[in-house]
């Protein structure tokens, strides 16, 4: 314990989709010493974190052993009274049927300083991306926002009104029920929203009446909420979310870092579910060796990834950002650095490091640490590593929950990616890899998906028409 306790924030990360996340969300989560988080997140949030952030997992999952509440609240007093910033990460709003009051309650008793952040709730985003108005002039004038998880619903009937029932999938017969004997219309519009704003997010929309029957045969499971009210019908010709063309696609990217966060938020332009596993965390410049590098020694960046890293190391240091090292990285990857302003990159492949260019010299590269140890040169005098050496990546119940489904896609950028996907056991059933995969590929017989190899030429017109990359991407 420390005589001076660390701050708490209790963060609203919103229903799913990252691009929800609030500017001051992301920003705490950047300086947070720990991380407390929960089922409804998107695992690649975490990857806003600092690299050596503790990151701990107390989702609830329903019928299933989860972390109690008052475990919970000891988890954030314990790390604060030892003078670490606390980041609480909930799904939606923490203070919408999140319990954060609570926690807030628990803080202030214990004399532990503690900030609020409000997340966008399911209860609306949810609705938006379904094309569902929460109120419409002359059709809904009020809103009732419930939880459901006791299948008790006494509210009786309004006209020009609206209900959005959280946690109530389990008892929507009971719910149902209770609402038309409280006089609710058996024909009044009603919808479930699975996922909301989730690329596989569906939605139901019925008449009141019809509305269990509608989840059972659509099996609709949690999360999912329901909605009672004329403002459903609207939503038939403002649904906009669920007709992207790559609406309900599962995407995985699997790199050696963690993708450019701006550039990871582009994938999901088209309306795909875009999950990004690296097998490292963030990689961090070795400050030491950044501060010696020569004006002619040449910085490779096997992702492009890379780049913020680099150009931390480089401000860290002190140096002169207009005169940083040569650069050059994987034609594969070109296009990426180029587009985040770096026009001068040179492309050279991973197999060319150890060849006498045709261009220029080599007598300075530095590569990533992970790279070295995999090309097995440090001990080569015209080698050095530009990193340190990065944090692997751990599975931890809510990655396991979103890889346990088959991918639609899988894009394999690197030796090392594609041996943690084979060791995984994963699906997908058309799985793009990088060039220098080919022969490691042939010599496999995978269980499921067609293999395709992405050609240098053929990179920017892939991602054309696979719309998986934004190759304007914006910050």
Not at 411 to 425: D, F, M, P, T, V
Request: glycine share 8%; proline share 7%; with cysteine.
């Amino acid at each position: 314990m420390t005589a001076n306790p660390g701050r708490v924030y209790l963060v609203g990360a919103g229903p799913g989709d990252p691009r929800l996340l609030t500017i001051h969300a992301v920003s705490v989560l950047k300086k947070a010493d720990v991380v407390v988080y929960d089922r409804l997140i998107h695992p690649n949030v975490l990857d806003l974190c600092q690299e050596d952030a503790e990151r701990i997992y107390v989702g609830k999952e329903h019928q299933k052993i989860s972390t109690s509440q008052d475990a919970i609240n000891q988890l954030l007093v314990q790390h604060a009274l030892a003078g670490r910033n606390v980041v609480r990460l909930k799904g939606g709003d923490p203070l919408l049927f999140g319990r954060g009051g609570e926690e807030a309650e628990v803080l202030s008793a214990q004399n532990i300083p503690f900030e609020i952040i409000p997340g966008l709730s399911s209860s609306l985003a949810s609705l938006a991306y379904a094309g569902i108005p929460v109120t419409h002039r002359q059709i809904v004038q009020g809103v009732s926002i419930v939880g459901g998880f006791r299948g008790e619903f006494d509210f009786p009937w309004k006209d020009k009104h609206a209900w959005i029932v959280l946690m109530g999938l389990d008892h929507v017969q009971q719910l149902v029920d209770t609402a038309l004997s409280h006089g609710f219309p058996p024909t009044l519009p009603a919808g479930a929203i699975e996922w909301g704003t989730w690329g596989h997010q569906r939605t139901v929309r019925t008449s009141l009446q019809d509305l269990p029957k509608a989840i059972h045969q659509k099996n609709l499971e949690s999360p999912c909420l329901l909605v009672f009210g004329d403002n459903v019908n609207v939503g038939t010709t403002l649904s906009w979310f669920e007709s992207k063309p790559l609406y309900g696609q599962r995407i995985l990217l699997a790199s050696t870092y963690p993708w450019p966060w701006s550039q990871l938020m582009n994938l999901r332009k088209q309306g795909a579910e875009v999950f990004n596993w690296s097998v490292y965390l963030k990689p961090v410049a070795d400050d030491h060796i950044l501060q010696e590098l020569s004006s002619d020694a040449q910085v490779y960046l096997d992702e492009a990834s890379l780049i913020e890293p680099l150009l931390a190391g480089w401000q860290k240091t002190g140096r002169d950002i207009r005169h940083l090292p040569t650069l050059i990285c994987p034609r594969m990857t070109r296009p990426l650095v180029q587009a985040q302003g770096f026009t001068e990159v040179q492309a050279v492949d991973i197999e060319e490091l150890g060849q006498p260019p045709t261009v220029g010299n080599r007598d300075h590269v530095y590569v990533p640490w992970e790279l070295c140890q995999e090309l097995s040169i440090t001990n080569e005098p015209q080698i050095g590593c530009w990193t340190r050496a990065a944090k692997k990546r751990l599975t931890d119940p809510l990655w396991d929950y979103h890889l346990q489904r088959d991918f639609d896609v899988a894009w394999i950028l690197s030796k090392q990616a594609a041996n943690w996907y084979i060791e995984r056991g994963l699906c997908a059933k058309s799985i793009l890899i990088a060039p220098p995969l080919q022969a490691f590929f042939e010599s496999l017989s995978l269980p499921c998906g067609k293999v395709s190899v992405m050609g240098p030429d053929q990179w920017t017109d892939l991602l054309g028409t696979h719309h998986l990359m934004a190759i304007d991407c914006e910050d």
